[in-house]
């Protein structure tokens, strides 16, 4: 159970021990409060209670100097820990779970990662392509192009129902609404990731979602092999690039 749900996970940034002592600072405020007030409840209760059947209280009609404080100290208490962040520094290489902080809906709690921490020297050598087996991002890309059977529907000669995505990179397309939008790497990342979000005009939408069955890496793998499509021949008909006068 600790190593599934560690009360205190293992630092490795210059941020966790800040995090650790927050979580300690609203953990004693927390009990410091709930210990304050269960023993004024038990002494107020001694203290006032009845003691005759025909008992009346002492009227009270408020203090402002005491309503002051109960809004004036709660405010300095969550400033503090509101102010106790920093910048994120990561200190020790590995792969770290992370879990969504924001209570955002459903499925919330699967939300989760990795974060991989790397050397400055590893994380070039990633950058370029060359960690993990000496693939280059654009052969793991026209792989990937493949085993994903994007190939099955994107044929290069644009038969078929979808575009081929010859000459993409960098060319305006034309969408569904009329718009056109210029595609760069990120209007290529969402077109995997949701591809509902902007039809190509005259394709049906019928391109499945690969969120979540793509690595980091597998998109920018993805990403690098379109890009080097740009140069080759776009076909007449079966591409989703707006013609040249097309702007309507
Ligand atoms: C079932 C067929 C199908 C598969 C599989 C498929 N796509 Fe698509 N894709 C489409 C269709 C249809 C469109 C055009 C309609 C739209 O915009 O959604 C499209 C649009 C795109 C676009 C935008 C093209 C443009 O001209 O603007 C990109 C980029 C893209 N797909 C990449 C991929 C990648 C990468 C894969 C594999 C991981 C893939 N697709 C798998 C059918 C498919």
Redesign the pocket.
């Known amino acids: 159970m600790q190593s599934q749900l560690p009360i205190y996970p293992e630092q490795a940034s210059n941020f966790a021990p800040n995090v650790d002592s927050l979580m300690l600072f609203i953990t004693a405020i927390c009990l410091f409060f709930a210990v304050a007030v269960t023993v004024a409840i038990v002494i107020f209760f001694f203290k006032f209670h009845r003691k005759a059947p025909n008992d009346v209280g002492v009227p009270i009609h408020g203090d402002s100097r005491l309503e002051a404080a109960w809004m004036i100290i709660p405010l300095i208490l969550a400033m503090a820990m509101f102010s106790w962040g920093a910048v994120v520094r990561p200190t020790k290489p590995g792969r770290y779970h992370f879990f969504c902080s924001q209570y955002c809906g459903t499925n919330h709690a699967l939300m989760g990662g990795w974060v991989t921490v790397m050397e400055p020297s590893d994380y070039a050598a990633w950058l370029s392509g060359s960690s993990g087996g000496s693939t280059n991002p654009l052969v793991a890309g026209e792989k ?2 493949a085993e ?3 190939i ?3 044929v290069p000669d644009g038969s078929g ?3 081929s ?1 010859n000459g ?1 990179y960098g060319a305006k ?1 034309l969408l569904a609404d009329g718009s056109t939008v210029t ?1 760069d790497e990120s ?2 990342r969402e ?2 990731l949701q ?2 979000a ?3 005009a005259g ?6 979602t ?1 969120q979540g069955q ?1 690595t980091e890496e597998q998109i920018l793998a ?1 990403t690098a092999y ?1 890009k080097s499509l740009q140069s080759l021949p776009v076909p007449a008909k079966g ?3 707006a013609p040249p006068t097309g702007n309507k």
Do not use: D, E, Q, W
Not at 203 to 208: A, T
């Open positions: 990937l192009f994903k059977a994007c099955t529907c994107h129902r979808s575009p995505l993409l397309v595609a209007y290529i077109s995997i591809p509902n902007k039809i190509v394709y049906p939408p019928l391109m499945p690969f793509l993805l379109i591409s989703g690039i």
